[in-house]
T-cell receptor, first 114, second 117 residues
Framework: AQSVAQPEDQVNVAEGNPLTVKCTYSVSGNPYLFWYVQYPNRGLQFLLKYITGDNLVKGSYGFEAEFNKSQTSFHLKKPSALVSDSALYFC????????????FGSGTQLTVLP | GAGVSQSPSNKVTEKGKDVELRCDPI?????LYWYRQSLGQGLEFLIYFQGNSAPDKSGLPSDRFSAERTGGSVSTLTIQRTQQEDSAVYLCASSSSYRGGRGDEQFFGPGTRLTVL
């Protein structure tokens, strides 16, 4: 069975500094990896995905993520954080095979301090 | 264009009552998913519909939970004899996946917050 780990419940970063939200996964076969963001009282919004190809994936709002197969990681990054980036971030994996549903990590609350 | 919509946005019910939650997916999306988001359990998959195929019910926690999708569009999640542990936010998502489109991202609705007293 597949799983996703987000080792940090909370990440604090100063505005203007780079941010990283960590994610590691376990899945058989080739993974399909996703990042979603959730603002208070809102549904999840898609940020970016890795399917195949370049290990560095660029997404919405200046976010990017780096797929590292040897470390089974898919960390979310942004060069310069904004206060408006403060939200709950979820990493998710979909295994190869017929299953289509996503398996989510536990989420990381990002707070960008002004 | 319109995104995924869900109704009601909030539902408060008494233990033992039945509830129905509705999801309107993005027009043209063939795949529809239900997830549950609760403290301590995170985001859990419940059920998945793809076109006219039999739904994947592998995530439903008990036989009190059921869902249907009429006409390949609107879906209703029904919880019978609600229990306090059913309290959660129920999220619906849709995607345009066809066979092989496993990389298609899912678009989520705002959720229905269910509180069972």
């Amino acid at each position: 069975a597949q799983s996703v780990a987000q080792p940090e419940d909370q990440v604090n970063v100063a505005e203007g500094n780079p941010l990283t939200v960590k994610c590691t996964y376990s899945v058989s076969g080739n993974p399909y990896l996703f990042w979603y963001v959730q603002y208070p009282n809102r549904g999840l919004q898609f940020l970016l995905k890795y399917i195949t190809g370049d290990n560095l994936v660029k997404g919405s709002y200046g976010f990017e993520a780096e797929f590292n197969k040897s470390q089974t990681s898919f960390h979310l990054k942004k060069p310069s954080a904004l206060v408006s980036d403060s939200a709950l971030y979820f990493c998710a994996v979909r295994p190869s095979g017929s299953a289509r549903q996503l398996t989510f990590g536990s989420g990381t609350q990002l707070t960008v301090l002004p | 264009g319109a995104g995924v919509s869900q109704s009601p946005s909030n539902k408060v019910t008494e233990k033992g009552k039945d509830v129905e939650l509705r999801c309107d997916p993005i027009s043209g999306h063939t795949a529809l998913y239900w997830y549950r988001q609760s403290l301590g359990q995170g985001l859990e998959f419940l059920i998945y519909f793809q076109g006219n195929s039999a739904p994947d019910k592998s995530g439903l926690p008990s036989d009190r939970f059921s869902a249907e999708r009429t006409g390949g569009s609107v879906s209703t999640l029904t919880i019978q004899r609600t229990q306090q542990e059913d309290s959660a936010v129920y999220l619906c998502a849709s995607s345009s996946s066809y066979r092989g489109g496993r990389g298609d991202e899912q678009f989520f609705g705002p959720g229905t917050r269910l509180t069972v007293l």
